[in-house]
Each structure stands twice: as C-alpha cells, then as structure tokens.
C-alpha cells in the first residue's frame, strides 16, 4: 500500500495530559468512533532484546538515534542500483524467494509513543518484556517436534495443503489478523468498520475481516467452527472497548505455538484523534507458564485501504504445484 499519507500531528507529543483532555468522537448511535485506516507498523520489537532487562522505555534520545539509524540503512538501500553488481543476499524474515528490497517492503521508521512514553518492547507485563517460559511437558512435545521437522523440508508440494496458509492466501503473513494484530514486513495496515451491535477489524495483508459482535454471549457453534481468527466477542467499557477471541482454527498458530487452548483479550482505546492504542494479553496454560500482555499504538492514515488481491487458487499456487509435477519428471 504505497504511498502512504501519515497524519502524525501531535503524535509525539500526545503525553498523558493531552490524552486528558481529548474527547472520543461518537458514532452516530453512541459508541465510541474507531472508524478509520490504521497503520501499526513501528520499530518497536514484540519482545523486549535481553539486553534491555527490565528497562521498559527509551529515552528521547536513545528514539532518535534508533530511528536515526533506519533512516540511514533506507538511504543506504534506496541508492541507484548498479547493473554489474552481485546478487542480494536472501532475506532470513521471508520464504526463500530471493529478497524483497525496500521497494516491495514498507518497513517502520519511527518508535511512536504510547501513554507518553517510548516502549522498547510491545510486551509489558511480565516486566523483562519477554514472553513467559513454556509449559514443561509442552516445552518436551515442542522439543521433539523441532527435532521432526528439522529432517522435513519445511513446505510439501504434493498439494496446496503442503503450502503454508499464507501462500494459500488464507490468513496473513505471520500474525497480522491475528492472534494478537501484530505488524509485519509491509502491508502492516488495517481498517476498522462499525455498525451497531459489530465491529470489523479488516486486515489489508489477504484482506482478512475479523467480525467482532458486541455482546456477552459467544455462539454455541463457535467451538465446533473454529473460524481463521477465533471467534471474538466484545464489550464497551466507557471508552475502551474489550474483545475476547477463543476457538481459532487448528492449522493457524500464534508465533509458532497451537492455538488449541489460546484466548486472546484485546483492548482498542483512542488516544488521540489520530492515535489508537490496542492492548493485548495472551492466555494459554496449555503452553506458557503465565500469561502475558502487551500494547501497540496505531496511527490514523489518510487515505483508503486498498483490496489485497490474494485469493485461494491464485495463479501462483497453480505454478509452484506445477513445478513440482515437472520436478519429479526430471527426476524420474
């Protein structure tokens, strides 16, 4: 999604006196208005670097000294390209395809601030900012599945169920619709919709739509469907909105680990009239010893979010299939 227009007014000044004094804006049947495209890209990592220990905020400048050296690798990767020169080294973050340049990705460049302050970590709580240590038994069952699939190749071409759901344009690369909206490479963009008694959560990333019903009452079949994205319910607190997401899909993850026991409550609050802040803490006692809980902030951008045309079938999944029934002639 290129380019993009930020509106980052008063971004780095929204402190906790300012937010004091911003009103919410309404809907037009009395719920607090979240309606918008939302960027969430930010130099900001998941988990805290354990250098760091417990230091759980930047100062000014140590913000922009970081952000002082992204903007020179930009300028470094945005020089002419030289026609003799050798090829790129393949990207460690994507798929074996080569490597995607600056041109394709549209990486973060700033660390906004949430609450005033510039966290060095999404995750808060526990306060080393890390994830929790896993289960025992789990850590063992994940122990040995590792040492399984380190003697598989990691994607089977027997057919599209070997494809990771990415690939399949499924869901979103990585957990950018979730569980627990968390950025990516590029296309970390996403718009929010509302209707009375809904909200949509839309991700631009395989234009994955996550419908949140305002209610107290989960669905008796939600357990039996298991949706891509769990099935959320929500709720207003003043103006904070609190969504609850259990029953994911069993071939979807969250950063690797199953989702079988996962619930996922997310916070969506406004802090700004082009800052958003969502709040996550992730329970699963089947997997981690604790559970956890993070925030991201969002920023308001002005323009629309255009469709991501990655659809299940799509050429590119007929050519890798393709490719591989010609591999295994050459082979025979």
């Known amino acids: 999604m290129k380019p ?4 980052l ?9 300012v937010a004091q004094d911003y009103q919410v804006p309404l809907t037009e ?30 100062s000014e400048d140590e913000v922009l000294a ?16 030289q026609p003799d020169r050798d090829a790129p080294p393949v990207a460690e973050s994507l798929p074996r395809v080569g490597n995607y340049d600056l041109f394709w990705r549209d990486e973060a460049q700033f660390i906004p601030t949430i609450s005033g302050e ?11 900012g890390r994830m929790p240590p896993l289960v025992p038994q789990f850590a063992e069952q994940l122990s040995a599945l590792q040492a399984q699939q380190a003697t598989q190749a990691d994607r089977s071409s027997e ?18 619709s979730g569980p627990v909206l968390t950025p990516f490479n590029y296309n970390s963009n996403l718009q ?27 669905s008796p079949a939600a357990e039996v469907q298991r949706k891509w994205m769990g099935d959320s ?3 207003w607190e003043n103006d904070t909105l609190i969504v609850e997401t259990r029953y994911f899909n069993l071939w979807h993850q969250f950063r690797g680990f199953p989702v079988d026991n996962l619930t996922v409550t997310e916070t969506f609050r406004r802090e700004g009239a082009n800052k958003l802040v969502y709040g996550f803490t992730v329970n699963d006692p089947s997997v981690f010893t604790a559970e956890f809980s993070g925030e991201y902030p969002m920023s308001r951008l002005d323009t629309p979010l255009y469709e991501y045309a990655c659809h299940e079938g799509n050429r590119a999944m007929v050519g890798i299939l393709a490719g591989a029934r010609r591999q295994e002639v050459e082979t025979d």
């Not at 993009?4 to 509106?7: H, M, P």
């Not at 049947?29 to 759980?56: C, H, I, N, Q, S």
Request: some cysteine; charged content about 20%; overall charge neutral.
């Open 192 to 218: 929010i919709v509302q209707s009375p008694g809904y909200l949509v959560i839309i991700a631009e990333m395989v234009h994955d739509a996550r419908v949140i019903r305002i209610s107290d009452q989960r």
């Open 9 to 17: 007014s008063g971004m780095f000044l929204t402190g906790p006196a």
């Open 29 to 58: 049947w009395g719920a607090p208005d979240f309606r918008a495209v939302w960027r969430y890209a930010t130099l900001m990592p998941f988990e805290r670097p354990l250098e760091l220990g417990e230091k759980r905020n930047y």
């Open 159 to 176: 057919g599209p169920e070997g494809r990771s759901l990415a690939e399949r344009c499924l869901v979103s690369v990585g957990n950018l």
């Open 66 to 81: 970081i952000e002082a050296a992204q903007h020179q690798r930009f300028d470094a990767a945005n020089q002419s390209v």
């Open 233 to 235: 319910i929500g709720r």
């Open 4 to 7: 993009l227009v930020y509106l």
């Open 118 to 128: 510039y966290r060095t970590s999404a995750i808060i709580d526990p306060p080393d």
